[in-house]
């Protein structure tokens, strides 16, 4: 990395998941004692900790695993509507199930 220091060094993870596994055996791609570089918001680097780039700040991931955001995936269609008049029916006594 000849670019100076990185943003951001996740330093020192007990396991760093990549999900770049290529094997029945490590379908995660876990690297152990690894470390993770960002650069303007993307992973610019992943390796051993003795190895790790310069930073401007430094978080201490030791005893920790590193893995991507899993994002939770609904599978119902987005309500882009208001529920205020379902919330003041509900605060006036309404059931529950006489609104749905």
Same mark, same amino acid.
């Given at each position: 990395?000849?670019?100076?220091?990185?943003?951001?060094?996740?330093?020192?993870?007990?396991?760093?998941?990549?999900?770049?596994?290529?094997?029945?055996?490590?379908?995660? &791609?876990?690297?152990? =004692?690894?470390?993770?570089? *960002?650069?303007?918001?993307?992973? =610019?680097?992943?390796? =051993?900790?003795?190895?790790?780039?310069?930073?401007?700040?430094?978080?201490?991931?030791?005893?920790?695993?590193?893995?991507?955001?899993?994002?939770?995936?609904?599978?119902?269609?987005?309500?882009?509507?208001?529920?205020?008049?379902?919330?003041?029916?509900?605060?006036? &006594? *309404?059931?529950?199930?006489?609104?749905?």
């Amino acid at each position: 990395m000849t670019q100076g220091p990185v943003d951001l060094l996740i330093r020192g993870a007990a396991c760093v998941l990549t999900m770049d596994g290529d094997t029945d055996a490590d379908p995660l &791609g876990s690297r152990a =004692a690894s470390s993770v570089a *960002v650069r303007d918001g993307l992973v =610019a680097w992943i390796g =051993a900790t003795d190895e790790a780039p310069e930073a401007r700040e430094v978080v201490d991931a030791a005893g920790c695993v590193v893995l991507p955001g899993l994002v939770e995936c609904h599978t119902h269609s987005v309500w882009a509507g208001s529920r205020s008049d379902e919330f003041r029916r509900r605060l006036s &006594g *309404v059931p529950y199930t006489t609104i749905l």
